[in-house]
């Protein structure tokens, strides 16, 4: 079979001259990139000197060329043996006499959100955007009430988040969440959403989740052991005076991304047995006990961490569930981290996508986690 590309090249290079219209044509109705088998086909049109495609694929070059068609200003690049389902963000960098520019793809308009803006979405054939991710107008949503608690373990006031399931009764008893980086949850991950749709769905119990967010996240979240002492002995109790949460062990579960899937392990096995359920995705777990790390200064006090527990492994929690996305850089030391975890007899869940390190491939992760450590059916009534 011809591909799309090659068949517009040798269209477009019959004529010694621009052939604007031509491109037009071929552009219309087509969504970028362009799709077709295990081929990704990414096109930038417009002039320049150079543009090259960013994207976030570990073990890839992250700088790859376009080419310019010949007597047109489209260029493209293809991707090929994309594995089935994935799904990658990017960018272009663009060189014009101006300079250079990182630009989304303005032939896309699909794109994910994080903190720092934006990025182009491309995805493989058998990639869906998870339907459970969408307000559903069946499901009764749920609440978020806005309190500030203060911290003498970092010496300030700290803005916490607590969503409450639309089925909250002041009699009745809810497992807690506590959700590192809450409010990024909220923004980037649709964590509301996918909370009031799996309750409605009986995926999960209703469930009270506390969103927490960082003031110095590198700091606070690497490890230091004041987030310990503020989860334990400052939110968790002021939790359960103010809220008809279940208090066991068993009903309790933290969980974090990147740096707060650090801080979430870290608070576990500095209060061994306080939280029975964690949910790990993509954990910044660097590690130097089999050589020297390249991290930089920021993960120093993650890796004396994580090299103490590798050492050292404690039987923290009951149940871990572990995410990672096989494009991350990351991959290998979550993988290492596995059977550190299974050792100390911890059940243990742990789930690779074909997806980078973002806030989407965290999301779509989910329900997958959330209802192997909170099942539905078998939490809904307490005492």
């Known amino acids: ?31 970028m990139p362009l799709v077709e088998g295990d081929r990704l086909t990414f096109v930038w049109r417009g002039e320049a000197k150079a543009v090259q495609l960013m994207h976030w694929i570990f073990s890839l070059p992250s700088e790859v060329p ?94 916490i988040t607590v969503y409450l399931p639309a089925a909250h009764r002041e009699f009745g008893r809810y497992p807690l969440l506590v959700a590192h980086d809450g409010s990024d949850y909220v923004r980037f991950s649709q964590l509301k959403v996918v909370l009031d749709n799996l309750i409605h769905r009986l995926e999960i119990p209703p469930i009270v989740v506390a969103m927490t967010d960082p003031k110095d996240r590198l700091v606070e979240y690497a490890g230091d052991p004041r987030q310990a002492i503020h989860i ?94 096989v494009f991350e850089s990351l991959i290998y030391e979550n993988r290492s981290l596995v059977p550190v975890l299974q050792s100390t007899g911890m059940s243990v869940r742990y789930v690779e996508s074909h997806d980078g390190h973002n806030w989407e491939n965290w999301r779509d992760r989910l329900r997958e986690g959330l209802s192997w450590l909170f099942p539905g059916p078998l939490w809904l009534v307490y005492d």
């Open 232 to 325: 334990a002995e400052e939110l968790l109790p002021a939790l359960e005076r103010r809220y008809p949460i279940v208090q066991r062990p068993d009903a309790r579960a933290l969980m974090g991304a990147s740096f707060g899937a650090v801080a979430a392990l870290s608070t576990a096995c500095r209060r061994p047995g306080l939280f029975g359920k964690l949910l790990l995705q993509s954990g910044s777990f660097a590690f130097t006990d089999i050589g020297p790390s390249n991290r930089g200064e920021v993960f120093a006090p993650v890796v004396d961490f994580i090299n103490d527990f590798r050492r050292e492994p404690v039987r923290c929690s009951e149940q871990v569930f572990v995410s990672c996305g």
């Open 66 to 159: 376009l080419e310019r068609i010949e007597n047109t200003d489209l260029w493209y690049t293809v991707v090929t043996q994309l594995p089935r389902a994935s799904r990658v963000e990017y960018k272009f960098l663009v060189e014009t006499d101006a300079g250079r520019q990182l630009l989304r793809d303005p032939l896309n308009p699909q794109l994910a959100h994080d903190p720092f803006g934006a990025n182009s979405v491309a995805t493989s054939a058998g990639y869906e955007d998870p339907e459970w991710s969408d307000p559903d107008p069946a499901a009764k949503k749920g609440k978020l009430e806005r309190t500030k608690l203060h911290s003498e373990a970092y010496g300030d006031d700290r803005q």
């Open 1 to 31: 079979m011809e591909h799309l590309v090659t068949l517009a090249i040798e269209a477009f290079t019959t004529s010694d001259t621009v052939n604007p219209a031509g491109v037009d044509e071929f552009l219309n109705g087509r969504s």
